[in-house]
T-cell receptor
Framework: NAGVTQTPKFQVLKTGQSMTLQCAQDMNHNSMYWYRQDPGMGLRLIYYSASEGTTDKGEVPNGYNVSRLNKREFSLRLESAAPSQTSVYFCASTQTGGNTIYFGEGSWLTVV | AQSVTQPDIHITVSEGASLELRCNYSYGATPYLFWYVQSPGQGLQLLLK??????LVQGIKGFEAEFKRSQSSFNLRKPSVHWSDAAEYFC???????????FGKGTHLIIQP
């Protein structure tokens, strides 16, 4: 009963370092999302993927890249981390036309 | 564009008292509406959702919410809160797709003994 799985759960980066957040879902969903959560801001959409090989920018895409190499996995990459990217990141998925979005447990990222 | 407003940043309620958390939304079509709860250091847990039909929806943990189209509201209620209800609550609107869900900024619920 895994649902949406994110790794790592916690990470500390130095400014300028790069890293990739991994996300995988086992529900055969077509649509996948990356959100970031900041205090007092709620969750904001970074990127969206409707299917394998397709991605679209969300509300706050700057400084991020994504990759949807297959139906299960949707990764988020920070090429050169900045302190402003300190946040909690959530991956989510849903079936196309579905009415419920399922979230992973979050990845806590600190950039120092 | 869709949007969600949660007017109350913080709410303090005594244990055993009733609770109402406010949510107002803006959406161009019939909305799908959600309430999520997040305990400190944890992920998001879906409390309840509204798609259509009965405007009063029941969720987990004794929560309910009422959809009022005329007021563009989807307020969350609980008759008697428990200390374990202390958490951050998020209202969200959306139908998936490229816009995903749009979240409010959250209401931090404090339970006092």
């Amino acid at each position: 009963n895994a649902g949406v799985t994110q790794t790592p759960k916690f990470q500390v980066l130095k400014t300028g370092q790069s890293m990739t957040l991994q996300c995988a879902q086992d529900m055969n969903h077509n649509s996948m999302y990356w959100y970031r959560q900041d205090p007092g801001m709620g969750l904001r959409l970074i990127y969206y993927s409707a299917s394998e090989g397709t991605t679209d920018k969300g509300e706050v895409p700057n400084g991020y890249n994504v990759s949807r190499l297959n139906k299960r996995e949707f990764s988020l990459r920070l090429e050169s981390a900045a302190p402003s990217q300190t946040s909690v990141y959530f991956c989510a998925s849903t079936q196309t036309g579905g009415n419920t979005i399922y979230f992973g447990e979050g990845s806590w990222l600190t950039v120092v | 564009a869709q949007s969600v407003t949660q007017p109350d940043i913080h709410i303090t309620v005594s244990e055993g008292a009733s609770l109402e958390l406010r949510c107002n939304y803006s959406y161009g079509a019939t909305p799908y509406l959600f309430w999520y709860v997040q305990s400190p250091g944890q992920g998001l847990q879906l409390l309840l959702k509204y798609f259509s039909g009965d405007t009063l929806v029941q969720g987990i943990k004794g929560f309910e919410a009422e959809f009022k189209r005329s007021q563009s509201s989807f307020n969350l209620r609980k008759p008697s809160v428990h200390w374990s209800d202390a958490a951050e609550y998020f209202c969200a609107v959306g139908r998936g797709g490229a816009d995903g869900l749009t979240f409010g900024k959250g209401t931090h619920l404090i339970i006092q003994p």
